[in-house]
């Protein structure tokens, strides 16, 4: 069963669905330049930390293919930092984005500094390094849920079938393919090692009942969509033997930001004795900043609160706050962080950066 698909790349042409309109219709729409991906990474019609990377540097792609080269290298480094340092402005939590500009400015260098590369070919290596990161994705992402999956069973041996918690959306409509947290329910469900996967609405854009019910559903993996308010009488009604999370930025020590909502899961993971997992690439591990307290948190409009769709849901003059994401402390990431390279204590990263 081939899994839903975020983004559509072929030959220089960038389409993307508008995760707006889900679960009502599946639109694709175009994507002709860094402005349009900037647009859409900010009104969110697409997210998750990985897909948002992945949109940003193919819109750049799209840009360069039908670009006539420069006169020279280093204009066009500067015209390619120009453009990633705008969509690295879209969204402040998620490190996907800027980790992957970094990268992107230093092959630049490299590629000026290099006298047997000329500007016509420096183009088309950046282009190509560009479109490779879609298929690196979907690689990470099934070694994230190969490596995610066996250290749940080891951990749960005598469970024939385990019931996992998840929150947000971290599957195919957050990545370019399979996902992360959500990566591991699908290797859990081949593996036929999944009961049920309790999945979060996660107020207020309603990533779970609008995005990940449409994926677990479009799967037939077995689900139940839960208010962000039911998780503790879940947990213990349930009893859950997982929740697994997934990640916009994770610090050198393992705090993790994701989306508000995570932190108050991984409390109440903690007082039932369930096991908290984050599942993340290394390209979500930001190693420059120590801990979670300088992960900048994107504050979202407020309609999002107090409107579903056109529809006033919230007396109007009620002050909000709306951030759209928390930080969990790495002490209660208790089953790990779960990633391509595999499973590790939260304070154990660096070594296998
Ligand atoms: C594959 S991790 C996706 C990550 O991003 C989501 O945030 P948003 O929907 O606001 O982009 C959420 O935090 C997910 O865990």
Redesign the pocket.
Known sequence: MATLQAIKYNDGQLEILDQLLLPESCTFIPIWNVEDAWAAIRE?KV??????AIVGCLSLAVELRKLAAPETKEELCRLVQEKLDYLVTS?P??VNMHLAAEACVKLCTQLTDNTSVNVAEAKDDIVKHLEAMLANDIADNRAIGEHGASDIMKKNATKDKLRIMT?????SL??AGY????GVIRSLHTANKLDQVYCTETRP?N?GSRLTAFELVYEKIPATLVCDSMAAAAMKQFKIDAVI????RVAANGDT???IG?YQLAVLAKSHDILFYV??PFS?IDFQIPNGHSIPI?E?PHSEMTHTGSIRTAAAGINCWNP??DVTPAELITGGIITEKGVFKPDQLAPHQ
């Open positions: 969110m997210r998750g930390a990985p897909a948002i969204r939590t998620a929150h947000c959306n971290t599957g957050a990545t996902g992360t947290a959500l854009y990533q999370v997934g990640a916009d930001a994701n989306k995570t599942a993340a979500s994107e979202r759209g994401f």
